[in-house]
């Protein structure tokens, strides 16, 4: 046998043995309707052995697995990964360690795995945190990141509302930011996306309200789903309870 | 005959005579990639009767067309629209004006027309002037927004650089933004995208080593194309021809 074919026999049988790794895809979704997902998630998605969400709770069920559910097929393991919601970074990061293992138990099985995320892969989603742990238990693992569009994205469709056109500029923050920093942005960008607005929902009307903004905003929960909110009429809804994905598109003092 | 059906059957003649319009899709494309089209988007280019893709000239290819290639049907129209990105007002709004026109003509038909733009549908996207313009022309128009993967999405997966996380924001800007208004937004937030970052490219570069934020810093020129870059070593490419589609992710002070 020549040396190059009998070198080549013994490598695929040494992979064999020694399980050649799964890949990893992390997968984002987009904002919650199936249809906005992109065609390359959805054909990972029917490919992969295993299908791994992430769980805030025990008896919460995965959103990120019924977006994806239209493209699953019979037979694909779903690893349900817990969680937790909780700002307590040693906790967090205890959730995440023991994830990356049960993540990475199948990979070195050989199975491929797809890690599901709402929105985009990288925008104020828990991948990144994931892969790194991963990347540190399996230095060299395949990974394939799949991006997604951002719920902010989805909003302006709804909404039919530009986020920013020709040389204006856009900000996106998270609803946990201070009100006089978001009074500043407000200041100085075309536009600024308020995320998780749910919390201090009455906080960012009144704000708005002070500076003669509030008529150029508007409200967008639950976006792509059946019980989709989407509303020019910001007061409205202070007295009302709102879903923890909702977000405010509001202009800047600057494009007025 | 009953009254209702004599009334129906009028109204249903009526249609057929006066036309019933067609509808207007809005499809954001994404970065480049055919596979990070939306399931939705490849759906509804399928099942068009027009397809209008903005030009930048006469000779140049439309990079849209490209993308959308392989879901498109043979006896589709290609509706190609000349939008030359100038900066003079009213040539520009000569041009979407007759673009509009072009639509309207086809929607007034009764067909369906579909306009697409790379990226998504309402981020510093030519869909939203153009929208404004058919509504006039047709007021009651039925239109259907499809969002899309943002550039800046695509390069953060690309590079698999988190945009954000947690509690910290996130810029974008073009890169037409002056320098001081840049160093501001690098010292206040935790991510700023610089989007057509080609035209100022060494702009950019000095004003990140001055700042010391030069090693955390990313380039992406043509995203999802198979010449695309992705690097982080920003300098290599200061004296080199670079594509108008380029992105600089950069952290900013706040981060590091």
Not at 50 to 79: N, T, W
Not at 226 to 252: H, K, N, Q, T
Request: with cysteine; glycine share 8%; aromatic share 8%.
């Amino acid at each position: 046998m020549p040396f190059a074919i009998l070198l080549a026999f013994t490598l695929s049988v040494g992979r064999k043995v020694m399980h050649v790794p799964g890949k990893l895809y992390g997968l984002g979704l987009g904002p919650g309707d199936p249809e906005l997902l992109t065609v390359k998630a959805s054909r990972i998605l029917g490919r992969v052995s295993v299908v791994a969400v992430p769980k805030g709770g025990p008896d919460r069920p995965s959103l990120a697995l019924e977006v994806a559910a239209p493209y699953l097929r019979p037979g694909q393991e779903i690893l349900e990964l817990l969680l937790p919601m909780t700002r307590d970074r040693d906790q967090r990061q205890e959730a995440w360690a023991g994830s990356a293992r049960e993540i990475a138990r199948r990979l070195e099985q050989g199975l491929d795995v797809a890690f599901l995320t709402l929105g985009d892969l990288f925008t104020y989603s828990t991948y990144a945190y994931l892969r790194e742990h991963l990347q540190q238990l399996m230095p060299g693992l395949a990974v394939e990141n799949v991006p997604g569009v951002t719920s902010f994205a989805a909003a302006a469709s709804a909404a039919a509302w530009p986020l920013a056109e020709g040389d204006e500029t856009l900000a996106v923050v998270p609803g946990s930011i201070a009100v006089s920093a978001m009074a500043s942005l407000l200041d100085c960008f075309s536009t600024v996306v308020i995320l998780k607005a749910a919390g201090r929902y009455r906080e960012w009307v009144e704000l708005l309200r002070r500076k003669g903004l509030e008529q150029e905003a508007v409200l967008v929960s639950r976006c792509g789903f059946p019980d989709e909110i989407c509303s020019r009429d910001l007061d409205e809804w202070v007295d009302r309870e709102m879903s923890y994905f909702s977000l405010i598109l509001a202009r800047g003092a600057k494009r007025q």
